[in-house]
């Protein structure tokens, strides 16, 4: 095999699927909004990376990484048009990784509202809709002809303005929240909330056993909706419940970790930690240490010839190693099988689903004429929290000769929340 069959290839951080998750929002809000690309400006700069002149490159570097998140979509949309050189793709790997950890600090933050006085109701949800992403509809049992001026982080927003118009919020749609008039079987007591960045967490309910040993906290998990996590996490060791007398309340297993696989995109997750009784009094503070864990691709690379007998050369990128071996080729069927090790220092522990990281990963056959194969059937053989094994099975097509490269893109956990919420509940 040729020493360029050899070469590892260079590994960049993808960031389409969590591009998507913020595209709906991130170019209407205040705190995050990128103007327009100017791409001849961007081009010119990526030129003068491979400038003779180190300072020229350096500034060129500097200056790209100015341009913020808003040149990612473009960088994904341009890359097979841009003729890369080591010294480029190097730098441009550091300026993805900048603006890649600028849209992770952004989705800890919370939206911002600012309405003017004077809107109506259907103005004042176009309004939140352009700063915050937040779909809105308001119901007023009297409207108003006009409302005050308010503003502050979304989801205190939301409460102080339900509160001073004798609104319900209503997050029975998944497409939009729902201000509603107070009706007369509401609970007049309003469940205890706490609020971090774009995290809101509310205590439901307790339901204690027969015995009165035990019990269960319930919760109701909320976040704004340019976060699309695929599950949420709660790490029982920060769990953590005193009652008036300042008595702990202890959870069942403070080892353990709740996950909770989210499939689609929702408003809100029910959940529910199981505690041990220390007292008979009603928990009054409560801490909920809250994880929500994203799937991302984080990793692509090509192995060259696959169709012949290896051995393969092993390629590594900043999260994970992977390996292949061709395991059969009968009957112009080959099957490869794929072994990927991520690095735990960047992942999030353990990955939430085997079922989960498989649906994000892909893989395909590239022929030097052009031609493209996808499997004809994927299998999970193998998992740990940081080992995955697959194989792929592709029907090769007759007459063509076997000069194939497999070409693959892998997911990486990645926890783009990790905050402590705490609740202070009423006796």
């Not at 998140?69 to 550091?94: F, K, V």
């Not at 690095?343 to 689903?353: N, V």
Request: proline share 7%; aromatic share 6%; net charge neutral.
């Amino acid at each position: 095999m040729q020493q360029t069959r050899h070469h590892h290839v260079r590994i960049i951080a993808s960031l389409l699927m969590l591009l998507a998750a913020l595209a709906a929002s991130a170019a209407s809000r205040p705190c995050t909004a990128q103007e327009p690309i100017d791409e001849r400006r961007a081009e010119e700069l990526i030129a003068r990376l491979d400038s003779p002149q180190l300072a020229v490159r350096n500034q060129a570097e500097s200056a790209l990484t100015a341009l913020g998140p808003g040149l990612l979509p473009w960088l994904q949309q341009q890359a097979g048009d841009i003729r890369w050189t080591s010294e480029s793709r190097h730098r441009m790997a550091r300026v993805r990784s900048r603006l890649f950890q600028q849209l992770i600090d952004g989705s800890r933050t919370a939206s911002q509202v600012n309405l003017p006085a004077g809107l109506g109701a259907e103005e004042s949800s176009e309004t939140i809709l352009q700063q915050t992403g937040n779909v809105i509809e308001v119901r007023f049992s009297d409207p108003p002809t006009d409302l005050p001026a308010s503003r502050g982080e979304f989801w205190l927003w939301l409460e102080r303005f339900a509160d001073r118009h004798e609104l319900q919020i209503d997050y029975s749609s998944i497409d939009k929240l729902r201000l509603l008039p107070l009706t007369d079987d509401q609970q007049s007591r309003p469940a205890a909330v706490g609020q971090v960045g774009p995290l809101r967490v509310e205590f439901l309910v307790r339901q204690a056993n027969a015995s009165g040993t035990a019990s269960q906290l319930q919760f109701r998990l909320l976040w704004e909706p340019r976060i699309k996590p695929v599950a949420i996490r709660i790490p029982l060791e920060g769990f953590s419940s005193l009652d008036g007398q300042g008595d702990t309340w202890a959870t069942f297993n403070r080892q353990a970790v709740l996950s909770i696989p989210v499939s689609g995109h929702r408003y809100l997750v029910r959940f529910r930690v199981p505690l041990r009784q220390t007292s008979s009094a009603e928990p009054a503070l409560i801490t909920v240490p809250v994880q929500l864990v994203m799937m991302a691709p984080a990793f692509s690379g090509t192995f060259r010839d696959v169709t012949q007998q290896g051995p393969f050369p092993r390629l590594r990128g900043g999260m994970a190693d992977v390996t292949i071996s061709r395991t059969d080729m009968q009957n112009r069927q080959l099957t490869i099988r794929m072994e990927t090790r991520y690095d735990s220092r960047q992942m999030a522990q353990p990955l939430q689903s085997h079922l989960v990281w498989s649906k994000f990963t892909s893989a395909s056959l590239h022929h030097h004429d052009g031609r493209v194969l996808k499997p004809a059937e994927t299998r999970d053989v193998g998992q740990e929290p940081y080992r995955f094994v697959m194989e792929f099975l592709f029907d090769l097509p007759a007459g063509v000769d076997d000069n194939w490269d497999l070409k693959f893109q892998l997911p990486a956990g990645l926890t783009l929340i990790d905050e402590s919420i705490q609740l202070s509940i009423d006796p």
